[in-house]
Every structure is written in C-alpha cells, then in structure tokens.
C-alpha cells in the first residue's frame, strides 16, 4: 500500500510500476488545507488515468474535518476503497457508515490517536471497517512522545492494535517509515510487524514497496522447511504420534499450524 | 511442570527422575486424532505406575472439540489436576466448571489464544481457574505472526497474562521453548518470565527441568544480599527511618518488600 | 519532582538548592510506622522554611492504612498539593474528593500496585487527579517479580500508565532509579520515559535533578532542526503541498506537530 500526495500529480503518474498492490492517494496529511478541492480533482483525473492498471484507493479527511463531507462527494465512481484516518469512536464509525450509503469500496480505518489504541478493540470489530493501518507519527504527536528507531515507545500500541485486528478478523498494516532512506530500518520494522502479526507495511516511497513485498512472503528456505517439517509431522500423525523433534525443535500442533501458514502465504 | 505425550509411555515412564514439580500428561496437541483413545488408556495406566511418586495431570481437549467429553469421562481417580487449553469466554469456564462436577484436583488453564489474552482478566478471576499458563506457540499461531528468540512480539501478551493472573490471585507459569536443546534460551526466558512475575515455565523435556528449578529459586548470593539489606532496614526503622542507603541503593518499603520476597521464595 | 524523608529534616533544608521543580515530603514508604507523627510535625516545619523558595507536597499514607486520616487532617496551609500513592478504585478516589474536602492543592495520583495499573485509564480520567506518577518499585513487589535494568519487566505497565494519563489529560511522571549513583541509568531511562509520553522523572537525590532537567527539555540542537522543518513546512504548505522530504526524511501533518511540540516545550 503505497501513498502519494493528492497534490502531486507527477507522483501519482508513476505509482503503477512501483509494484505495489495498491496506492492510496492522500487527501489528508500530504494535501495542505489551501488544496484540499485541487486535491479532489487530481484524484478524480487518476482515476481515470490509473483504475485499470492498480487499485486506487483514497485517504480522505477525517469526520471532525471541514473536509470530510466534501471528500465523501467526491468520491470517483471505481475507487477501490477509501481509508479514513484516526478512527476514535464507534459512534464517528456508525456515522460514516451511514455517510458512505452504497459505496462498495473496501475501508481501511487508521488506528493513530490515543483513543484510538485504547478503545482499537471495539473499533475494529465494527461492521463498517474492513482492514486497518497503525499510525505511529500521528499516535505519538497525540500522546506528546518521541518518535525513535527502536520503536520501544510504540511496542504496546502495535501489538495491542494487531491484537484488536485479530479480534474483529481483519487484516492489519504497520506504521509507515518516515525516513525513506533508511532501507534497512524498514527492512527491519516488516521483520517486526510480520512477528506481531501485520500482514503489510504502509509505504511512502516506492523503494520501500519491494522491501515490503519480499519481507512479508516467506522465503524459499522458509517455505522449504515448513514444507518438510509438515511432511513430517504428517508421517508422525499417521503412525500415532503428535509430537515430534524435528531438526532439535519439539512440533506439535500450534508449530505445525505456523508451518502451513508458511506454505499457505506463499502460494497466495 | 513437565508435559510428556500421552502416546508415549515409554517417555512417560521416565518423568519422576526428571526432578519436576510435576507431570503433565498430554491428551492434546501431543495425541494426535486417531490416538485419542489410546492416550486416555496410557493416562490411566501411567496413574497407576507413578501417581506414588509425583503428582500427575492430564492435558484435555479443549470444551470446542469432539474429544474433550470423553477425556473428561476417562480421568482417573488420583488426578492432582488438570491442564484445560485455550480456555476463551467465561461461559466456556462455567460449563467447565458444570462438566467437572465433583472433581477436586488443581485446574490450570491456558492463555494462548488473541481472545483469550484479550479477556485474560476475566477468565483467570474465574473460580474455575487455580493456575494459568502462557502458551505463545498457539498464541503467535493464533494471530498468524511468527515466534522469534527474542519473544518481542509475545511481549505484550506475556505482561498482560502475568497482570491477569495477579488479579485473579492465581500463580502463572511461563511459555515453553520449542528448541529443547538451545538451554540457553530457556534459561534467558525463566530469567525474563520472572522479572515479570512468572512462577514456573512450562517444559517439554527432562533437560529444561533443572534449569527451570534453579532460575526460579533466588540463588545463595541473592538471599545473602536480602537478608543483610532488610537487617539495615529494620535496624534504620527502629531508629525512626524508612529510607536508607545500603549500598549505593535507596531502599524503602517496596524495595524492602522485595527483599523480603526473595528470603520467602528461597526458603519455601 | 524530588522526594525527600519527612524524617529526614537535615535533607529537606537542602532541596531549594537543588534546581527541582517541586519537593515532596514523604510521609509513606520513607517514613516508619512508629514515626509518622513526627513526620507530620517535621513537614509543618519545612512548610514555615520553605513554602516561600519552592512549591512542597507532602505524600500521604493511602487511605487503607491507619495513618491516612491523621496524614489528611495535618495537611499545613499553603501545601501546593498532596500525592495519594497506590490509587486503585474509583470509589477510593470518591472517598480521597470528599475527604479532601475544600483543599486546593494539586493531586498527584500514585499508579503502582497491579490492580491500578489495569484500571489506570478509569483512575486518571477521575476528577480528583490533576497529575499522576508510575510507581515501578511497588508495581513489581505487588507483581511478584524482579526490578531489573531493562525495565522489560514493566514495559507494558508504563506504556499503558502513560496511555491513560493522555486519556484523562493530565501530565505524568516516571519511576525512580533506586540506585542513585547510577547516572547513565538515569539518563537512560529519562530518554526512554520522554519517548513514550512522560513529562518527568521522580526524583530521589539531588544529584537526578539536573539530569531530569536536561533530558525532558530538548536540546539546542533538536530546537534548531525542529525550528527548520517547520519552516520548511510552512513554506511547502503556502506553494499547495503538505508532504515534503526534509534531510531526506519524508514530513507531513503529525511529523511537523512533533517538531512544534519540540519548539513549545523549549519555550515554556
């Protein structure tokens, strides 16, 4: 999931080849207020220019916004989802349902305040959400923090977020990466999020979108043990045993089940 | 704790030389589906066999399984306890509660699920509940993350499960390391789960046993120090202070009470 | 925030010299049962010494112990607040108002027991609190655990005390460093408590005052940088983009909120 400023039209042009398996055009963070309806009208000229080559989705303004109920009309025929950003409140979510009317996009809902990690769990069971991002710049602006490279300050909001996605069964994104130069902090935050449980990485930049591709599929060592620990524990099964060392690792069940998850997301 | 598969009686056979506090005796994740039967039938036999010697427990199927009816109907007399996995939902611990009757040994209770470490504060209040353990195998499986060394992504449920159980007044025992021969790891982890206020660890082979024992006792020098530092402080109160320096720390009643806890644990 | 003995007047007298924003006079851990009388007598003396120079709080004994009511009943006139150690309940909080009555200081609550701890965010949100601290030493002794350098073990406390004093808008400070000699420690942990949200460390010798000072303003240099993005910002916002790469890092809405805060806290 790839983002690009609404007001960058010469950004947007490019994002088809950048590999990434959406791109979500930003009418929020990245789009000033003095341009927020030349914003929506770029949007609308990508759409026409991108839809058949990638996904498109859109980050509108979020519902305490002035710009929340313009970016709603606004919305192109053929978008492929909309993200909303710092969910808070089942109420905002109920209302935005209600707003979004017959719109058949996917929802991605951001997870950025304080409110919002607190209260993540009811927020992301709610019917009108069908994925979620964690905002780790937004959340620590809003709990007076500091941002670092060793993400201690965020460990207990990124897991509890992915926990609350678990609960609601939607799939979950990690934080972006704001230094964009940085490749190996990013290589090492998708090791991070993928061991929590995220399923993807939100990317600004296009060369973090191989890096995020390639961390979040198991390698071919990975798939080739998984595959041979299975087969074992198969065999094992089969002649009356559930337990069993494998390569000097105990498997039972909950491993196996990790094994096939292995296999499972690389053929997808 | 030490688990052995209840298919494998020949393992079974060799638990009391072990040195663990107790057996656990596995009808789940270690007994595969077509040996269901066979294992209550070694469960029985083994009661017979070492039920002088050690206390033995049984692992059952979890209450959403086929099998968890007839593993309750097979526990035999003598039982020190059950192990019931992935207990989730309150009305789950009551039917468990109904479906024991009379039964009077310890019941310990697994958190290894998202919904479970979710609602770990309610379960583990539950009257059902005697005991608790953390199973981050099926926990990370569960959340479709991956388990790594250094257990960051168990991080933030293996804190609220042990603040779960402190709640509910109940004792906690610590997640198994898969890799049995890697020693080193186990005994890093009986290190960080009592820092967190784990009392045991849970261990899937003869060799994890004594490790576990000696990390979870306060070794000689550590009760030395307590013991001379809570002389200081009782000497400083009977002057009218309950703050002192004693040796470059200052000590006052928490610190104390650490202290104290440590002469405790080591003469239990 | 430096604590001091209220049996300990040779230290009290010291503490205006100390550069801490603020003393507090211990009445609980650092006073002994049998001196609790004499603490009060001694913190209505430092009251008539040292009211004028700097505020003084005094903590009182919580309100389950016998001292709690004697503590209330000597708070001396022109106390700039009082801090409640171990708050647990809501109803303990009702009961601490209408004890209080028309006291007009500032109230520091205490989270450092496990049950405040799990019920930090309905306990900070209460009325009665205008700040709170995270009390790591009694947190683990209630735990059952072991303090340790790391500060794994309370990772996930602090993070979620932190979360419910954002929650309830109100300021809160960190743990102590028991071993006082340990500076790099203290530094250490400072850093760590700013990045996840804290606005203080508790202070409990003379020597962490100025490492506290230091750590929780940023420095010249992060003003200078911060000073820069925003301008950069501002300029980018004013051309119609809000999404700039600054020092090759990519700056947005909460990135630049980050960078303000910086600025406003070096100012205040």
């Known amino acids: ?44 000229a990508a759409m026409r220019e991108l839809a058949d080559s990638i996904p498109v989705l859109a980050r509108i303004n979020d519902p305490t916004t002035p710009w929340y109920r313009d970016d709603i009309n606004a919305l192109p025929p053929g978008l492929a989802g909309i993200v909303v950003p710092k969910i808070e409140t089942v109420e905002g979510l109920d209302q935005l349902s209600h707003d979004l009317g017959l719109f058949e996009g996917f929802i991605v809902g951001g997870i950025e305040t304080a409110l919002g990690v607190a209260d993540s769990r009811a927020l992301l069971a709610h019917r009108a959400i069908d994925a979620a991002y964690f905002g780790a710049e937004d959340f620590m602006a809003d709990m007076g923090g500091v941002r670092t490279e060793a993400n201690h300050e965020v ?40 061991a929590i449980g995220y399923r993807g990485k939100l990317c600004i930049h296009p060369s973090q979108v191989a890096i995020a591709n390639r961390c979040f599929l198991p390698t071919p060592d990975e798939v080739d043990r998984a595959e041979r620990l299975v087969a074992a524990y198969v065999e094992a099964q089969a002649a009356g045993v559930a337990s069993i060392a494998f ?22």
């Open 1 to 44: 999931m790839l983002f690009a400023p609404a007001v960058r039209p010469d950004l947007i042009t490019k994002m088809p080849a950048t590999g990434a398996d959406a791109i979500v055009i930003d009418l929020e963070d990245a789009t000033p207020p003095n341009a927020k309806a030349q914003g929506r009208n770029n949007l609308q």
């Open 155 to 194: 460990a207990y909001a990124r897991s509890q977020v992915a926990l609350a996605a678990r609960l609601g069964s939607i799939v979950v994104v990690d934080q972006i990466v704001a230094d964009f130069r940085d490749d190996a902090r990013f290589e090492r935050e998708c090791v991070e999020a993928k």
């Open 247 to 268: 390569e000097g690792q105990m498997v039972d069940e909950p491993v196996a089940a990790q094994a096939r998850r292995v296999i499972e997301l690389a053929s997808d």
